[in-house]
């Protein structure tokens, strides 16, 4: 069957509550007739007494009376006399004239009734021993029937001769016992089954509605991973926490979906970077690429008619735009490199002061053309800094080749140094161009972004600086305001 699990628990317990209601009714049913014949067996403990004794008086007076020698015992035909007048008197009995060993030596019974001719004796020595009521004894219209009774003894003189034996519910009472239970009792005890089974039946069905209600939402929001992903709707959070088993899934499930929520957002944020990453580099590789595919067929069909300066000329041009394309390769590969995990930092200690001026050194001739000034504030001493050189010096090299080609003429490009807490030693490197715009300072170092067509803040360069950093357990922060220059600081630890 195809139910949902609100359904099977509810199927579940109402099978259970038929059951239990069953069993109660069963017990209940029980316990009244095991109550009715306690209370019938205490009531009527003596009536045996009182027959025996009335039985003992009969068997004297027919002694005394006889003529001859005496007779042994009550005869067959003052049994029945004696024993069908107390029947008579009081219908709800049936009375047994037993010998020693508990066989049936007089009755009263119709033709046909009795099915024994025997009685269990130890039942009897409970009874008489006043053991806990109700006990009950073999009964001889029945092969395999017990009822509560009443015993005695029976005695001749001081000779116990045998037992009175008294079944206290007859066939008749069973009979009409039967007849008012089927009309009243067990009518009373299955109408009072029926509307507590009712009762606990609603209850049952809305404590389940309850308790499964957060199993419900949490289907609901799983079902919606497959179609609306993008706006998932979350349970929100229990107040103090959450309770029971249930709201610990919910919960669960709800930090789960913010996680996948997170990773889906940042997901569709790659995928964008990545193909505004691939439309950027085909742009910077489609303009050198044209450029020398000119300049090369132009030599290729005028080589006769071209000078010496125009072919060299030619020739400058073209190289320097595969150059271009070779320094944009380059930095493709090294990208590509940091970002598969393929490079690890080889750590060690050096001075950054003589870092800082190798790389000025390597930036001297393109700063004085651009007319632009380098200038560097270090503390004393020099600060060591544990980190892989190589890396750190390309980290340098990125953000003086920005801040030189976006300094105007006149401007300066300076770098400072200073320590930091926690062991660290913080580097800012600061231009005095026009600053980055605030639209791009969000996708800075996740993207290349063109500026007016000519140049692409932070482009490759910032994103292998990001990168770089990352793998020292470090970052690169834009910290200027647009209009006032760019300044890029990070932190290193220090040796």
Same mark, same amino acid.
């Given at each position: 069957?195809n139910?949902?699990l609100?359904?099977r628990?509810? +199927?579940?317990?109402?099978?259970?509550?038929?059951?239990c209601?069953?069993?109660?009714?069963?017990?209940q049913?029980?316990a009244n &007739?095991?109550h009715?014949?306690?209370v019938?067996?205490?009531? #009527?403990?003596g009536? =045996?007494r009182?027959?025996a004794?009335?039985a003992?008086?009969m068997q004297?007076?027919?002694?005394g009376?006889a003529?001859?020698p005496?007779?042994?015992?009550?005869?067959?035909?003052?049994?029945?006399?004696? !024993?069908?007048?107390?029947?008579?008197v009081? %219908?709800s009995v049936e009375?047994?004239?037993?010998?020693?060993?508990?066989r049936i030596?007089?009755?009263?019974?119709?033709?046909?009734?009795?099915?024994?001719?025997?009685?269990?004796l130890?039942?009897?020595?409970r009874?008489l021993n006043?053991e806990?009521?109700? &006990?009950q @004894?073999?009964? %001889?219209?029945?092969?395999?029937g017990?009822?509560?009774? #009443?015993?005695?003894f029976l005695?001749?003189g001081e000779?116990?001769?045998?037992?009175?034996?008294?079944?206290?519910?007859?066939?008749e009472?069973?009979r009409l016992?039967?007849?008012a239970?089927? #009309?009243?009792? *067990?009518?009373?005890?299955?109408?009072s089954?029926a509307?507590?089974a009712?009762?606990? +039946?609603? =209850?049952?069905?809305?404590? !389940?509605? +309850?308790i499964?209600?957060?199993?419900r939402?949490?289907?609901?929001?799983?079902?919606?991973?497959?179609?609306k992903a993008?706006?998932?709707?979350? %349970?929100?959070p229990q107040?103090?926490?959450?309770?029971?088993e249930?709201?610990i899934?919910?919960?669960s499930?709800?930090?789960?979906?913010a996680?996948i929520?997170e990773q889906?957002?940042?997901?569709?944020?790659?995928d964008h970077d990545?193909?505004?990453?691939?439309a950027?580099i085909?742009?910077d590789?489609?303009?050198p690429?044209?450029?020398?595919?000119g300049?090369?067929?132009?030599?290729?069909?005028?080589d006769?008619? +071209?000078? =010496?300066?125009d072919?060299?000329?030619y020739?400058g041009?073209?190289?320097?735009?595969?150059?271009?394309?070779g320094?944009?390769a380059?930095a493709? !590969?090294?990208?590509?490199? *940091?970002?598969? @995990?393929?490079v690890?930092?080889?750590?060690?200690p !050096?001075?950054?002061?003589d870092? &800082?001026?190798?790389?000025?050194?390597k930036f001297?001739?393109?700063?004085q053309?651009?007319?632009v000034?380098?200038?560097a504030?270090?503390p004393h001493?020099a %600060?060591?800094?544990r980190a892989?050189l190589?890396?750190i010096?390309?980290?340098?090299t990125?953000?003086?080749?920005n801040?030189?080609?976006?300094?105007p003429? @006149?401007?300066?490009?300076?770098?400072?140094v200073?320590?930091a807490?926690g062991?660290?030693?913080e580097?800012?490197?600061?231009d005095t161009?026009p600053g980055?715009p605030t639209a791009?300072?969000e996708?800075l170092f996740r /993207?290349p972004?063109a500026l007016?067509g000519?140049? /692409?803040?932070?482009g490759l360069g $910032?994103?292998?600086?990001?990168?770089?950093?990352?793998l020292?357990r470090?970052?690169?922060e834009?910290v200027s305001?647009e209009?006032l220059?760019?300044v890029f600081?990070f932190? $290193?630890?220090?040796a």
């Amino acid at each position: 069957m195809n139910l949902t699990l609100s359904q099977r628990l509810s +199927l579940a317990f109402c099978l259970l509550l038929l059951v239990c209601c069953g069993a109660s009714a069963w017990l209940q049913i029980r316990a009244n &007739i095991m109550h009715e014949k306690e209370v019938v067996q205490g009531l #009527s403990l003596g009536l =045996a007494r009182s027959i025996a004794l009335d039985a003992q008086l009969m068997q004297a007076d027919e002694e005394g009376g006889a003529q001859g020698p005496a007779s042994e015992g009550l005869g067959p035909a003052a049994v029945r006399r004696l !024993f069908g007048k107390l029947m008579t008197v009081n %219908p709800s009995v049936e009375v047994y004239l037993l010998d020693n060993d508990g066989r049936i030596v007089g009755h009263a019974a119709p033709a046909g009734h009795l099915k024994r001719d025997h009685v269990n004796l130890a039942p009897i020595q409970r009874l008489l021993n006043k053991e806990a009521l109700p &006990i009950q @004894g073999d009964d %001889p219209r029945s092969e395999r029937g017990r009822k509560v009774f #009443s015993a005695a003894f029976l005695r001749s003189g001081e000779q116990k001769i045998g037992y009175i034996y008294v079944i206290l519910q007859s066939e008749e009472h069973d009979r009409l016992a039967a007849r008012a239970t089927a #009309s009243s009792v *067990l009518r009373t005890t299955l109408w009072s089954m029926a509307v507590v089974a009712a009762l606990v +039946l609603v =209850a049952g069905l809305i404590a !389940f509605r +309850l308790i499964t209600r957060p199993l419900r939402r949490l289907t609901t929001t799983m079902q919606q991973l497959d179609t609306k992903a993008d706006q998932l709707v979350l %349970p929100e959070p229990q107040r103090g926490g959450p309770r029971d088993e249930i709201a610990i899934l919910e919960q669960s499930f709800a930090d789960m979906g913010a996680r996948i929520n997170e990773q889906w957002q940042t997901m569709r944020q790659l995928d964008h970077d990545r193909r505004e990453v691939v439309a950027n580099i085909s742009h910077d590789l489609r303009t050198p690429l044209g450029s020398l595919h000119g300049y090369l067929e132009t030599l290729s069909l005028k080589d006769e008619t +071209l000078n =010496a300066a125009d072919r060299q000329r030619y020739l400058g041009i073209a190289l320097a735009q595969s150059q271009k394309v070779g320094r944009l390769a380059q930095a493709l !590969f090294e990208l590509a490199r *940091l970002e598969h @995990g393929s490079v690890t930092p080889e750590l060690e200690p !050096f001075s950054l002061s003589d870092l &800082i001026q190798d790389v000025f050194q390597k930036f001297e001739l393109a700063a004085q053309e651009r007319h632009v000034r380098l200038m560097a504030t270090l503390p004393h001493p020099a %600060p060591m800094v544990r980190a892989d050189l190589g890396m750190i010096e390309r980290v340098l090299t990125n953000l003086f080749d920005n801040a030189i080609r976006h300094t105007p003429s @006149g401007g300066e490009v300076e770098i400072t140094v200073t320590q930091a807490q926690g062991g660290k030693v913080e580097v800012t490197v600061e231009d005095t161009g026009p600053g980055v715009p605030t639209a791009m300072r969000e996708s800075l170092f996740r /993207r290349p972004v063109a500026l007016q067509g000519e140049y /692409r803040v932070g482009g490759l360069g $910032l994103l292998t600086v990001n990168r770089i950093l990352q793998l020292h357990r470090s970052k690169i922060e834009l910290v200027s305001e647009e209009g006032l220059g760019a300044v890029f600081r990070f932190t $290193l630890d220090a040796a």
